[in-house]
């Protein structure tokens, strides 16, 4: 059972689209509205709010600032976070040590990207830069062109084909079709992701996610202020976290992730459970490779078996471990620093029993698995009722 | 100064590892050991975090590694897109791994990982200079 220390009292989430018709603050307000209606909390019983996002995307400085403002939080305290991809659980750690320790008793974590400011090339260019920006970005890198690398070993290290990374964007669809908030919502088929053009070999255009506007909120509460607030509180039961070498050079071995690995094996040793506990699963499958890695990186598959994992859709569903049931990032796009906020609002809708068509029967326990550029960082969080 | 011509379009410009370029320009592939903790770096680097030492020394890159894997862009960032289609790799040398391009040569040849290249040195058309590998043997 966790330790009831820490809870998620609200949370909420923007449509995730393709040009938000608004700036970054209203942007924002979108979730945060969701979020604080979900609570049920006065704005004054926010005692800090925590930013997430990766700079470079719009022109704000310090948005963090401009938000506390818009939100109407002055002079509740507040920074800004980032960790590239993962801004909004480095965010959600931040915001659980503050509550654990003491300082501060009700946190707002809010997450936002608006990626439309500049075009999908400049996009790629940013993300390029995400990483060694000496030593790598000046041969013309990209997020794609990464994960292709790790896709490429898998493929040669574990027999994995591009067949069974299409069968990942097929459930993918499946499930982004049910999701209103998703920007990708058509059915695809096996063959329209195995006949696309190439991004980066072997990774094809229905193999990457998409770039999005959008953001996320996510309100956390001491024990105290749970009881006072909520209803249906959901408890922080372990928070893993792990860095990885920057540059891919510098790295023992491309088979996986090693920072999801580690953060994983965190997370489920202060939690007190392991893989065969968790009963739903977000993890960050901005490539279809991805969601192999994660498989096999959190213990659901053996290093190398994570194709047999979707050939015998264990992770529908139905299957044995649900994994990224609200259509994922290849469904729902991928506004940086918001996508894992919505990924916890996802999990903690599920241990709600309030997710609707794609509820997993009686589910009590979930994971999220947010990883920050190619494997840079790692965060696992695991959440019960 | 002088790192700025590091690589198809470089982001950085001082560095205390500037030598590579020299190095570059005059044919040698390199990269930096600590001698006391006997550890070789890539990237170069002239603070070995192991022992705090502040005196690195540059040591030749061998002839031959292996290739860990490779990817063949198709779809570029913003300033690369000249160079499309173009290949990137990690490269195994028994100790340390190397990232970089492989030689546009080897487009449209049988590429494995696994395979053996070697590091060469490549002059692009507007004074920009970098290592990349090419098929060994």
């Known amino acids: ?385 | 100064m002088g790192f700025e011509k590091f690589g198809r379009k470089s982001f950085t410009a001082i560095t205390k590892v500037g030598e590579y370029v020299d190095k570059l320009e005059s044919g040698e592939i390199s990269t930096t050991r600590c001698p006391k903790c006997n550890k070789t770096y890539f990237p170069p680097r002239m603070d070995c975090p192991g022992c705090l030492s502040g005196s690195l020394e540059w040591v030749k890159v061998p002839d031959k590694g292996k290739l860990v894997s490779f990817t063949n862009v198709k779809y570029a960032p913003t300033g690369f897109e000249g160079d499309l289609p173009y290949l990137l790799a990690v490269v195994d040398f028994d100790g340390f791994r190397m990232f970089g391009r492989l030689s546009s040569s080897m487009q449209g040849t049988d590429i494995q990982v696994g395979m053996t290249v070697k590091p060469v040195v490549v002059n692009y058309d507007n004074g920009q200079i970098a290592h990349e590998f090419v098929a060994a043997e």
Not at chain 1, 62 to 67: A, D, E
Not at chain 1, 88 to 111: E, H
Not at chain 1, 127 to 148: F, K, Q
Not at chain 1, 300 to 312: N, Q, Y
Request: with cysteine; charged share 20%.
């Open chain 1, 1 to 385: 059972m966790p330790d009831k220390d820490v809870a998620v009292i609200g949370v909420g989430q923007s449509a995730f689209v393709r040009g938000y018709p608004g700036g970054i603050r209203e942007l924002c307000f979108e979730a945060y509205r969701e979020a604080m209606q979900d609570a049920g909390i006065p704005s004054n019983e926010i005692k800090a709010l925590i930013v997430c996002c990766a700079p470079e995307y719009d022109k704000q400085r310090s948005p963090s600032s401009l938000i506390d403002e818009y939100l109407g939080l002055n002079p509740a305290p507040t920074f800004m976070v980032e960790s590239l991809c993962s801004s909004s659980t480095t965010g959600f750690a931040i915001a659980y040590s503050f509550i654990k320790s003491g300082l501060y008793d009700t946190v707002c974590v809010l997450g936002f990207q608006k990626m439309s400011e500049i075009t999908s090339q400049d996009v790629q260019e940013r993300m390029g830069r995400g990483a060694d920006v000496m030593w790598e970005s000046p041969y013309g890198t990209s997020m794609p062109a990464y994960y292709a690398m790790y896709a490429q070993a898998h493929f040669a290290n574990f027999g994995t084909k591009s067949e069974d990374l299409a069968l990942v964007r097929v459930k993918a669809s499946t499930y982004g079709q049910l999701n209103e908030k998703a920007v990708y919502r058509k059915k695809v088929s096996f063959e329209q992701v195995m006949e696309a053009g190439l991004v980066s070999s072997p990774l094809k255009v229905m193999d990457c996610c998409a770039n999005a506007d959008g953001s996320s909120c996510v309100i956390m509460a001491s024990a105290d202020k749970a009881k006072e607030f909520s209803k249906k509180p959901v408890w922080v039961m372990g928070v893993g976290q792990s860095n990885a070498p920057m540059n891919l050079a510098s790295r023992e071995h491309m088979r996986g992730l090693e920072c999801a690995r580690i953060a994983g094996e965190k997370a489920y040793a202060m939690a007190g459970v392991g893989p065969q506990d968790i009963d739903v699963a977000e993890v960050h499958d901005c490539f279809t490779i991805a969601e192999i890695l994660a498989y096999e990186a959190l213990g659901f598959a053996k290093p190398g078996e994570g194709p047999r994992l979707i050939r015998d859709k264990e992770t529908y569903l139905e299957g044995k471990i649900p994994v990224n049931v609200d259509g994922g990032l290849l469904s729902k796009g991928h506004p940086i620093g918001a996508t894992g906020g919505s990924q916890l609002r996802t999990i903690v809708l599920q241990l709600r029993g309030e997710a609707g068509a794609i509820q997993v029967p009686n589910a009590e326990i979930g994971l999220v698995h947010n990883i920050g550029g190619v494997g840079i960082y790692g965060n696992v969080l695991i959440l019960g009722r």
